[in-house]
Every structure is written in C-alpha cells, then in structure tokens.
C-alpha cells in the first residue's frame, strides 16, 4: 500500500489542524493504520491509531482529549483531527500501516510496514 499525507501548516498555539493520508494500493480495511511525529533531535513517537483487530482507536497520553484519529475505508483515507494545539506539538507527522500488526505493539513504529512522506506542523507560541 502507498501512504500519501497532508494537511500540515504553520499554527498558533490553542489552533487546529487536520491531517489526512490517502491510501492506495491493497483492501485499506485489512490494515491497521497510525500516526507518528517526529520533532528535529528526537526519535519518532507514537500518536494515534486505529486497530484492523477490534478497531479501536488509542491515542499517546500527550494528545489524548486533543486528537481525535479517524478513518474511512470506503475512500481508503484517514485523518487526525488536532484540536488546542500547543509547540510541543511541532514536529514531522507521518502516516503509518501494517497488515499483520497485533493490538500489543500498536504503538511500536518499527512493526509498521508502510509510511507516508510525513507532513511538518509547526505550532508558533
């Protein structure tokens, strides 16, 4: 599958921002599809993501009640919805999919098979 993200942009803090990802390629329902950021000197860290298992949704600690991840399997897309932005939010977002990934290494970037180009969002104070 080919992972296309977009939607990033430059942001004042408490603003939203709404990223999307089209896929194209395989059945998008059979996967399990995520966001990760990645901030200049860090490594990249989980965001959000939506099982194919039990379709949860699970969000880090950091943006819970802020992000809200969706996803549409009949257009093959998803999103991030994010909502009362702060600079601790800038960073590189990457979109994210894997067939075969179980409910327990969700958060775990390295067990993700796909990746979008990344989209930057910048959140200026």
């Known amino acids: 599958v080919q992972l296309q993200a977009s939607g990033g942009g430059l942001v004042q803090v408490g603003g939203t921002l709404r990223l999307s990802c089209e896929a194209s390629g395989r059945t998008f329902s059979r996967y399990t599809v995520g966001w990760f950021r990645q901030a200049p000197g860090k490594e990249r860290e989980f965001v959000a993501a939506?099982?194919?298992?039990?379709?949860?949704?699970y969000y880090a600690e950091s943006v819970k009640g802020r992000f809200t991840m969706s996803r549409d399997n009949t257009k093959s897309t998803m999103s991030l919805q994010m909502n009362n932005l702060k600079p601790e939010d800038t960073a590189v977002y990457y979109c994210a999919a894997d067939s075969q990934l179980i409910v327990g290494l969700i958060r775990r970037a390295a067990q993700y098979d796909y990746w979008g180009q990344g989209t930057q969002v910048t959140v200026s104070s």
């Open positions: 939506i099982s194919r298992n039990n379709g949860h949704t």
